[in-house]
């Protein structure tokens, strides 16, 4: 009696205990389903809310950038880069194109008119120059450096304009003869200058504003300049040959002394000049080799494809060059290209019977070295222009032995 009473109890709290482990494992199955398993419509909410969140940021980028546009429109042009560096371009090249213009007017206009035109010019270069040191604070160092830079060239290019048709009068004794040889040679000089900075027409017509008056200048200038290189002695319209032009060849052609030479519309043709010239054009020439002696005056190339030219000259100035031409060059001044590609440039090597007493006599010994310090009008960024380049040692050529 004793015994069973004892064991009624006993089997109730094991069926008690194992109650409370069964409810115990059915909350843990019942908080892993709320939680690995949410409800589809829950899963939903969040998606919209993604959606949301993302239309409302883009409406806020789309709304910032179009604040920013509106900003730059309304922002003082003087404080654009792009649009100051436009601008600067703009001015310089009317600059020089009026330049050009006051030279190839020279001759009719006379000294006063030419020279009130040349002191605006250089007013308009300093005012330049003004602009350039405003513009500094807002201006990237390398644009700066660049902008000073061309605006001191165009700066020389007309001082040196004004030297040469204005040169100041000196005090002498010398007598009428002399006076009215100096005359036709200063004249002389006046022809070689038109054609040197026929380079800058070239360009005014390319960029400047088609309704201005310095473009429409310099397209009538053009015309002209190109129609006078079919004039005086050269070497015309020829294919495949050999051409050999000796010293007494170019004073018989010029009279007396070193005169102006042409080369124009060549195709596979080897030209040797063989003597000294005042001042030399290339122009449209294809694949062609020449290698001359001294041109006391420019030389100016325009025109040039897959050419070879070996020049000793005071000045060199070439216009729509390409697919590897190369100049070896001896310069007094700096090469200047202009709207040219893929162009090389290597020290000038070319003899011939009497060459070194030519480059003596024309002011070119020794080799100053300037035929490497090339400007490229083209490019007036601070980095190296990509349109140049000087040819490898081991890429260069020998000139042929003169004929």
Known sequence: ????????????????????QLMVRARVVVVVVVVVSPGPARSRVRVSRSDRLTAKDEARRADADARRAEAERAADPRENVDAFLRAFEDRRVAVLAAVDAATAA???????????TLDALLKDA?????????????LPPYDARACAAATETTKGVVQSTQATLLPKKKFSFSSRKKKE???EV???EREKEVGEVERDVERAKANARGDSA?????AAKLAALTAAADDGPGLRDLTGETCVVTASELREANGTGAGDYVLVNLTDVTVFILGAVRALRCHNLKNVRVYGGPVEGSVHAQGLDGCHLEIATRQMRIHDARNGTAFYLRTKSRPIIEHSTGVGFAPFTFSYDGSEDALARAGMEPDPGTWREVDDFGWIKQQQSPNWRIIPEEERVAPPPAP
């Open 126 to 138: 300093l005012e330049m120059e003004k602009s350039v040191a405003e513009a500094s604070y807002f």
């Open 186 to 188: 200063e004249g002389g």
């Open 181 to 183: 040889k100096a005359k």
């Open 214 to 218: 310095a473009a429409a200048s310099a």
């Open 106 to 116: 020279h001759p009719d206009a006379g000294a006063d008119a030419t020279r009130e």
């Open 1 to 20: 009696m004793t015994s069973e009473t004892t064991d009624a109890p006993g089997e109730e709290g094991k069926m008690e205990a194992k109650r409370s």
